[in-house]
């Protein structure tokens, strides 16, 4: 089992920023994929970005590339969401997922075994 909680949300101005956190335990060593998905109020959870455990691949949402970097500190077991020039329609709560596999897109929600409690992003205009 991987364990995963997510730090760093809040409230926050248009063209801000904020970094999100997400620290994992328990069988780290499992993991391929980790990912940020996010979830506004009526809408279905979507992709924002991932990273491989080990390499150096990203990826990203259309919506967000430019704007957000996804990074990780393996050593800490840490994996954090710098997200700059924030909009409103970033306003969603935002949750940190872990993949054993590559089964699925690192894109597919379905793909991630463990899951996040969830932080809430507030972008106001």
């Known amino acids: 089992q991987v364990q995963l909680v997510e730090s760093g949300g809040g409230l926050v101005q248009a063209g801000g920023s904020l970094r999100l956190s997400c620290a994992a335990s328990?069988?780290?060593?499992?993991?391929?994929?980790m990912g940020w998905f996010r979830q506004a109020p009526g809408k279905e959870r979507e992709f924002v970005a991932a990273?491989?455990?080990?390499?150096?691949?990203?990826y990203y949402a259309e919506s967000v590339k430019g704007r957000f970097t996804i990074s990780r500190d393996n050593a800490k077991n840490m994996m954090y969401l710098r997200m700059n020039s924030l909009k409103p329609e970033d306003t969603a709560v935002y949750y940190c997922?872990?993949?054993?596999?590559?089964?699925?897109?690192?894109?597919?929600?379905?793909?991630?075994?463990?899951w996040g409690q969830g932080t809430q992003v507030t972008v106001s205009s």
């Open positions: 997922a872990a993949s054993r596999s590559n089964t699925y897109a690192y894109y597919t929600a379905l793909g991630y075994n463990y």
């Open positions: 328990g069988r780290t060593f499992s993991i391929y994929t």
């Open positions: 990273i491989r455990w080990s390499g150096d691949s990203t």
